[in-house]
Each structure stands twice: as structure tokens, then as C-alpha cells.
């Protein structure tokens, strides 16, 4: 039985929190849709992708964006704000640069497309990697593998064993097969390097794609993706 402790206002509704939970915690419990990418339940909150960006604010302080799924809750009276318009355009600026880095990864056309983006304006490239970072956490604080990581920085950036080699530690386990988005069927709408399909959902729906009308909507009973998925 969960004791809540504080208050707050999530896109003007009054919904009770626990000490030390995430605003994406108590958003999710609500029902309250939040986007998320590099969140997994039962690991850690990572905040990589940004996603999850929301607007917090209280009294008089002016609102700043943080990540929810790694912003506790210690007080009462924050007020959050999951789709104003500062939210929406970041977040939007965020999924074109993923689809941008990699557009034939399925899960970063899908994120692009809900997020209502029609065209990316920077240069495309071919990565099949959206360097989340779910894959080194699963191996790291779930298996206690220690065999992947982080090397190089920037543009160069990529999930790699030590040294490139394969590492003692692996005890082929494949859990971060198991838990990567980019493993997921290719993406099927696109033919070359660059492209945008919107195949998966509709993009004159996106992002209001579910009959609630919440942003960027993500649920698994969404009849416009289950359409979708018939053709």
C-alpha cells in the first residue's frame, strides 16, 4: 500500500505523490502520458534521451524543464506541465535529431512520427544504434556483466565490449539484445539512408493519434497504429 505524503498539479490535475517518487512515476500512475525512450521499468532512471522532458514549476519560481523520469518529488505544490508549448517544441527538436541520426532504426521513425515531425533538417546519417544506453544498464545493474560501455564522444560515440573485444565478464546472457529498441523488426518504410515514412502511423493524426488527445501518445490500444499494422 503506497502512503502518499505530497501534492502536486500535473497538466492542471490535483494527483498525490510519495517522497522520492518521479514526476513520470506519478504521472504514469494517473494515466497521464509522458514519452519516454530510454526508460525501462525496473532499472534505474537513466534521463538520457530527454524525452520526458515536462515543465516544473512553484510559487513564483519560473518554470524549468527537467526530466521527469528522474526528478523526485520532495515537496508539495509543484506544478508540472507535460505539453506546453516550450515542452512540445523540445521535445519535437529532440526526435527530429534522433530520426535524423537514425531513420531506419524503427523505434526513432515511430518516436519522429508521433511527435509530428515531416521533415528533418539536418543531415541524415545510417546509425543503428540510438544510444540510449538501456543495453549497458541491463548488463551492468541487472546481469552484473560489466561487458559493455560507452566509448568515444560526441559524433563518435558507440556501445562497445572493453577494447573491442569479447569480454570475460559476458556470460552470454543477451539480455541487452532483449531489452534494445533498435532489435525490434526493421523498419519497413524506408528504402534508402534519409527518409521519413510515417508508414507506422499516420502522420496527419500524429501527435493527437489517440482519442484522448494527449501529445506524442504512446499507448498500446491506439486504433490508428492497430490500422496501421494491417497494411
Same mark, same amino acid.
Given at each position: 500500500?503506497?502512503?502518499?505524503? +505530497?501534492?502536486? =498539479?500535473?497538466? !492542471?490535475?490535483? #494527483?498525490?505523490?510519495? %517522497?522520492? /517518487?518521479?514526476?513520470?512515476? *506519478?504521472?504514469?500512475?494517473?494515466?497521464?502520458?509522458?514519452?519516454?525512450?530510454?526508460?525501462?521499468?525496473?532499472?534505474?532512471?537513466?534521463?538520457?534521451?530527454?524525452?520526458?522532458?515536462?515543465?516544473?514549476?512553484?510559487?513564483?519560481?519560473?518554470?524549468?524543464?527537467?526530466?521527469?523520469? +528522474?526528478?523526485? =518529488?520532495?515537496? !508539495?505544490?509543484? #506544478?508540472?506541465?507535460? %505539453?506546453? /508549448?516550450?515542452?512540445?517544441? *523540445?521535445?519535437?527538436?529532440?526526435?527530429?535529431?534522433?530520426?535524423?541520426?537514425?531513420?531506419?532504426?524503427?523505434?526513432?521513425?515511430?518516436?519522429?512520427?508521433?511527435?509530428?515531425?515531416?521533415?528533418?533538417?539536418?543531415?541524415?546519417?545510417?546509425?543503428?544504434?540510438?544510444?540510449?544506453?538501456?543495453?549497458?544498464?541491463?548488463?551492468?545493474?541487472?546481469?552484473?556483466?560489466?561487458?559493455?560501455?560507452?566509448?568515444?564522444?560526441?559524433?563518435?560515440?558507440?556501445?562497445?565490449?572493453?577494447?573491442?573485444?569479447?569480454?570475460?565478464?559476458?556470460?552470454?546472457?543477451?539480455?541487452?539484445?532483449?531489452?534494445?529498441?533498435?532489435?525490434?523488426?526493421?523498419?519497413?518504410?524506408?528504402?534508402?539512408?534519409?527518409?521519413?515514412?510515417?508508414?507506422?502511423?499516420?502522420?496527419?493524426?500524429?501527435?493527437?493519434?489517440?482519442?484522448?488527445?494527449?501529445?506524442?501518445?504512446?499507448?498500446?490500444?491506439?486504433?490508428?497504429?492497430?490500422?496501421?499494422?494491417?497494411?
Amino acid at each position: 500500500m503506497i502512503i502518499f505524503d +505530497t501534492s502536486l =498539479i500535473i497538466d !492542471d490535475i490535483k #494527483v498525490q505523490g510519495k %517522497k522520492g /517518487e518521479t514526476i513520470l512515476e *506519478v504521472a504514469r500512475r494517473y494515466g497521464i502520458n509522458i514519452p519516454t525512450l530510454c526508460f525501462v521499468e525496473n532499472l534505474p532512471p537513466y534521463g538520457a534521451c530527454r524525452l520526458c522532458v515536462v515543465e516544473v514549476s512553484k510559487g513564483t519560481r519560473p518554470p524549468n524543464l527537467v526530466a521527469s523520469c +528522474t526528478y523526485e =518529488i520532495y515537496e !508539495d505544490g509543484l #506544478v508540472v506541465n507535460t %505539453k506546453s /508549448e516550450r515542452v512540445v517544441k *523540445v521535445r519535437k527538436m529532440l526526435a527530429e535529431l534522433l530520426v535524423a541520426s537514425s531513420p531506419n532504426v524503427k523505434i526513432a521513425q515511430d518516436i519522429a512520427a508521433r511527435c509530428g515531425i515531416k521533415e528533418v533538417r539536418f543531415k541524415m546519417g545510417d546509425n543503428r544504434c540510438v544510444l540510449c544506453g538501456i543495453c549497458i544498464r541491463m548488463c551492468h545493474e541487472r546481469m552484473k556483466g560489466m561487458a559493455l560501455g560507452f566509448v568515444g564522444r560526441g559524433i563518435d560515440r558507440k556501445v562497445q565490449m572493453p577494447f573491442n573485444k569479447k569480454s570475460e565478464d559476458c556470460i552470454l546472457c543477451r539480455g541487452c539484445e532483449f531489452v534494445c529498441p533498435g532489435m525490434e523488426i526493421p523498419c519497413q518504410g524506408i528504402n534508402i539512408p534519409g527518409q521519413l515514412c510515417g508508414r507506422c502511423l499516420r502522420m496527419d493524426d500524429a501527435p493527437y493519434c489517440c482519442t484522448l488527445g494527449s501529445f506524442g501518445c504512446w499507448c498500446d490500444h491506439n486504433p490508428l497504429a492497430s490500422d496501421s499494422k494491417k497494411t
